[in-house]
Structures are given as structure tokens and as C-alpha cells.
């Protein structure tokens, strides 16, 4: 099982929380804190260390991105649609998360928004294998 017993990412979750328990918490190590329990199994607990990191730091591309990898994880496609618009928002010219806008738009039955985000992707990186493989499936 990945994550688990005393190797591995389980392992490196505890060293990582006791090399940063005198810390505060502030956005990177809750970044790094959600990533671990990502990889662990635990989508609600990523989600919450998440989210408190984009309260600290809303504008921040990265933990957007990561909120909505964590919400596609979960199978919460509404709000990984809300975490890759604020990610566009504060980067348009980022191809990897139009691509995820259309791959989360794909999963909640639009396939036309898909499309165009699949193409905004090609626009922005030509050759993203994803977008060319998704708009091939899609017929786009």
C-alpha cells in the first residue's frame, strides 16, 4: 500500500511534521502538509491544510492548482472547476491548468467548455500530449 508503514511517504509525512513542529504554520508548510496527506489517502484532511494555505496566500498559482488536484482526487469536480478559474485568473497564460479546466468540465458532462479549454491549452503549449489525446477522444 503506498504511503504506509514506516518507509516511503508515510515516513517522510512524520519526519517532515516533526522538523516543523516549532513552526508556525504558514502557507508553504501547510502546502507541504496537504501534499503529504494527498499521498496518503486523505483527500478531506489535503483540502482543509489547503485551503488555510490559500487563505494566507490567495494569489498563489501553486496552492490553487494543488486545491484543485486535491478536489478532483475527492471527486469534487464543482470545486476543482473554482480552484482552475482562480488559478487562470491569477496565471492565464498557465496551459496545465486549462487543460485540468477541461478535464473537470469533461467530468461534470460539458463537453463543449472542455473543448475550448483543451484548445486554450494547445494555444498556450502546442503539443500538450493531454489536450491533443482529450480533444481526440472528445472529437474536437
Not at 45 to 57: K, N, P, T, Y
Not at 114 to 120: G, I
Request: glycine content about 12%; proline content about 4%; hydrophobic content about 40%.
Amino acid at each position: 500500500m503506498r504511503g504506509r508503514g514506516r518507509g516511503g511517504i508515510g515516513g517522510l509525512e512524520g519526519l517532515y511534521k516533526k522538523v516543523t513542529a516549532d513552526r508556525p504554520h504558514d502557507a508553504r508548510t501547510l502546502n507541504v502538509r496537504s501534499v503529504l496527506a494527498l499521498e496518503n489517502g486523505r483527500a478531506a484532511e489535503a483540502a482543509e491544510l489547503i485551503g488555510r494555505a490559500i487563505v494566507l496566500e490567495p494569489a498563489e498559482r501553486t496552492y490553487l492548482f494543488h486545491m484543485a488536484k486535491v478536489c478532483a482526487r475527492g471527486g469534487w469536480w464543482h470545486e476543482a472547476t473554482d480552484a482552475l478559474r482562480r488559478a487562470i485568473y491569477v496565471d492565464p497564460h498557465d496551459a496545465e491548468s486549462w487543460y485540468g479546466l477541461g478535464a473537470a468540465f469533461h467530468e461534470l458532462g460539458e463537453p463543449y467548455q472542455a473543448v475550448v479549454c483543451w484548445q486554450q491549452c494547445l494555444y498556450l503549449e502546442p503539443g500538450h500530449s493531454g489536450a491533443m489525446e482529450a480533444l481526440a477522444r472528445a472529437g474536437g
